[in-house]
């Protein structure tokens, strides 16, 4: 079992930046692959960025490459996405997830964290 609390979230102006933090209780941290997803009202549940078990791979949706950047501690057990440059459309509740394999759907994630709002005002 594995626990996940996201931090991080707020308000921003567009061209701003906000760093999103998950925390994870539970042994086998550094087993797991992590992603980012993110919700927008009206909207699927979509991926954002994942990262492998060591760190060493990384993957991002397209509109937001070169804009976010995915990472994790295994030691501190905590996995962050640094979001820079960032625009209205990237509104969404994002969520943490972690899975035993390293995938970009959801459907390979077994832990999810309850969501952390991120508004970004025009």
């Known amino acids: 079992q594995v626990l996940l609390i996201e931090s991080g979230g707020g308000l921003v102006q567009a061209g701003g930046s906000l760093r999103l933090s998950c925390a994870a209780s539970g042994r086998a941290f550094s087993k797991y692959a992590m992603g980012w997803f993110r919700q927008a009202p009206g909207k699927e549940r979509e991926f954002v960025a994942a990262?492998?078990?060591?760190?060493?791979?990384?993957s991002y949706v397209n509109s937001v490459k070169g804009r976010f950047t995915i990472s994790r501690d295994n030691a501190k057990n905590t996995v962050d996405l640094q979001m820079d440059s960032l625009k209205p459309e990237d509104t969404a509740i994002y969520y943490c997830?972690?899975?035993?394999?390293?995938?970009?759907?959801?459907?390979?994630?077994?832990?999810w964290g309850q969501g952390t709002q991120v508004t970004v005002s025009s």
């Open positions: 997830a972690a899975g035993g394999v390293y995938t970009l759907r959801s459907e390979g994630y077994n832990y």
């Open positions: 990262i492998n078990l060591s760190g060493t791979t990384t």
